[in-house]
């Protein structure tokens, strides 16, 4: 069973089928709220490419019987309608899509010391920043109490806590991360997300249910009182009295000098020109690789460069866990790594490049100047008009294709 009280992920295609392997969609439909339920940790792998959506279900479906109804696929979906609202609404993601129907506005534009030092003096919310930052991941759900603590108890606009935890994510996608944000807000949703202490008991880890139980503390109330709460405008602050802090893992607009060998497009001189002269020997198509489609070569033969778009990550950092986690991937999936301005990227004459959408502001436009951009891979079809509602995304989904067989019958990039 995944632990997912303390994940260990590599950055390789092997430990994704393993984990796919490891999966049982029935285990997983019982056992997912809960935090050391039995959930399938692929979320690094499909937010990166490594392993695409499509190649998940061909999988699992070969040892399964799956179809819409299950809780596995359900969930799939979710991740494909929040990157079907980003391919059509762009960088509108980061604002609120609807106003907020719960709370004061405007609310706090960063994220107090406390919270990101793991010293609200509420265990959940520590135990859920400590492991954040240790491991760069959280169960679903320990997501979803960390975001409303912030949101409507703190008082901290969505979009402050969103860029915080997408840094320290290894799975932090702009699309999943920032849509599900706004959804415990308010502004994405029907009903903005509260939660108490007894739901944290409910679905903390049994072997480490001390160090999640937050009785007596400020959400160890009934929902009406902790919606009053949320409807105030004072922000709650720390529990009371003295909490040990941990330090933030600095986030970083670029990576680390050690992290890994690359052409940089600040520098000037001959050292870049003859470093791009030796990958483009006699070669006449490239593929740019992107941190976010690190997939496994094709093609042994074929020419892919990953690029690292550093103007976007001055916008959302990344912690070094992270920049070392998708360097030591992207090293290993292309012939050589570009970062820099990709505005600035100049091709040898007569080299013609191709690549994907990428699900991060900033980047698509840099890779238009330098190469052909194809749409993201889908499972799942993408309707035209941008569906406000999983459930009429999904929906949508199940009236335009029979099953899920037809699904993976589908073109790689239908949009």
């Keep these: 069973m995944f632990d997912s009280t303390a994940p260990d992920f590599d950055p390789t295609f092997t430990e994704a089928?393993?984990?796919?392997?490891?999966?049982?969609?029935?285990?997983y439909a019982r056992t997912r709220n809960a935090l050391d339920g039995a959930v399938s940790g692929l979320s690094p792998y499909l937010a990166h490419g490594i392993v695409s959506m499509r190649q998940c279900v061909a999988h699992l479906a070969q040892r399964h019987r799956l179809g819409f109804d299950d809780k596995l696929i359900f969930e799939f979906a979710w991740r494909e309608f929040f990157h079907h609202v980003w391919s059509r609404e762009?960088?509108?993601?980061?604002?609120?899509?609807?106003?907020?129907?719960?709370?004061?506005?405007?609310?706090?534009?960063?994220?107090p010391s406390d919270i990101r030092e793991a010293r609200t003096g509420v265990p959940a919310i520590d135990t859920a920043v400590r492991l954040l930052y240790?491991?760069?991941?959280?169960h679903n759900h320990a997501r979803m109490?960390?975001?409303?603590y912030v949101v409507h108890l703190r008082k901290v606009h969505w979009r402050a806590g969103a860029d915080w935890m997408f840094g320290h994510l290894l799975d932090g996608d702009v699309p999943s991360n920032h849509l599900s944000w706004q959804w415990?807000?308010?502004?994405?949703?029907?009903?903005?997300?509260?939660?108490?202490?007894?739901?944290?008991?409910?679905?903390?880890?049994?072997?480490?249910?001390?160090?999640?139980?937050?009785?007596?503390?400020?959400?160890?109330?009934?929902?009406?009182?902790?919606?009053?709460?949320?409807?105030?405008?004072?922000d709650v602050g720390p529990e009371a009295g003295a909490h040990a802090a941990v330090a933030e893992p600095a986030l970083l607009p670029e990576p680390p000098q050690d992290a890994a060998t690359c052409i940089d497009l600040r520098a000037t001189g001959s050292v870049a020109s003859d470093a791009f002269s030796r990958l483009f020997a006699n070669r006449r198509a490239v593929e740019l690789v992107h941190p976010w489609q690190m997939s496994e070569r094709d093609e042994p033969s074929s020419l892919r460069l990953g690029v690292i778009h550093l103007p976007a990550h001055a916008e959302l950092p990344w912690s070094e866990q992270r920049w070392r986690w998708v360097l030591q991937r992207l090293?290993?999936?292309?012939?050589?790594?570009?970062?820099?301005?990709?505005?600035?990227?100049r091709l040898p004459p007569g080299v013609s490049?191709?690549?994907?959408?990428?699900?991060?502001?900033?980047?698509?436009?840099?890779?238009?100047?330098?190469?052909?951009?194809?749409?993201?891979?889908?499972?799942?079809?993408?309707?035209?008009?941008?569906?406000?509602?999983?459930?009429?995304?999904?929906?949508?989904?199940?009236?335009?294709?029979?099953?899920?067989?037809?699904?993976?019958?589908?073109?790689?990039f239908d949009d």
């Design 145 to 148: 109490w960390l975001a409303s």
């Design 184 to 234: 415990v807000a308010g502004t994405f949703s029907s009903k903005p997300y509260l939660f108490n202490a007894d739901n944290v008991a409910r679905y903390a880890p049994k072997r480490d249910f001390k160090a999640w139980v937050s009785k007596g503390t400020v959400i160890d109330q009934g929902y009406d009182a902790l919606e009053r709460i949320a409807q105030a405008h004072a």
């Design 90 to 111: 762009g960088d509108a993601v980061l604002r609120d899509m609807r106003p907020a129907a719960l709370g004061p506005s405007p609310r706090a534009s960063a994220m």
């Design 17 to 27: 089928l393993r984990r796919l392997a490891a999966l049982h969609p029935g285990e």
């Design 353 to 412: 490049a191709t690549t994907c959408a990428a699900p991060m502001p900033g980047y698509d436009a840099a890779l238009r100047s330098v190469a052909t951009l194809q749409p993201a891979p889908r499972l799942m079809p993408n309707p035209e008009q941008t569906c406000r509602s999983f459930t009429s995304y999904y929906q949508a989904v199940r009236k335009s294709v029979p099953s899920l067989q037809h699904l993976l019958n589908r073109s790689l």
């Design 331 to 345: 090293q290993a999936v292309t012939d050589g790594v570009v970062i820099g301005d990709l505005g600035t990227l």
């Design 134 to 138: 240790t491991t760069g991941y959280l």
